[in-house]
């Protein structure tokens, strides 16, 4: 602390004869008066447009604060929203489970219905498609007894007609076509 209070000290006083503090060459007062100056008529010019792009700034930091606050408390609630149906995600695969096990037996007895249905038409059209081919087939039957009626008739009436019946069968016949007239 001495030494620096001696430097001041010739600092200040200077020697007798020399050049007094402020004219020294290591010493140039007029730099600093220049900087000093400067600085102020610097500080005086940009004060104004420095303060209003400061509270210009401060005020963008505010709205962008506010708007993180904003969006912090949405995806808060979000996040509370998504943890309660994460609570409630068991109840609900359970209901969903349930309707589609209700589904499923609606859709079975839906289907058996249907097929039911189904079965029942077949058996219908199966009914009605032998009662058709039985008649066709008793038609069928009916025709080929009465063909074979017929042959056997005939085989029976040829056996038993001799050659004098057959003269007479033919004169008659002729008597009767003798009778018609065209």
Known sequence: MLAAYINLTLLFAGEPGAAPWYNLPYFPLWRWFNLALFVGVMFYLLRRPISELLQTRREGIRRDLMRAQEERDAALAKLEEVEARIVNLNSEVETIRQRAGREAEEERQRIARST?????????????????TA???????????????????????RARMRPEDDTRLVAEYVKDLGGVRR
Do not use: H, P, T
């Open 135 to 157: 008649k066709a087939a008793r038609q069928d039957l009916r025709r080929y007894a009465a063909e074979q009626s017929v042959r056997l008739a005939e085989e029976m009436i």
């Open 116 to 132: 039911d249905d189904e079965m029942r038409k077949l058996r219908e059209q199966a009914q009605r498609e032998i009662e058709g």
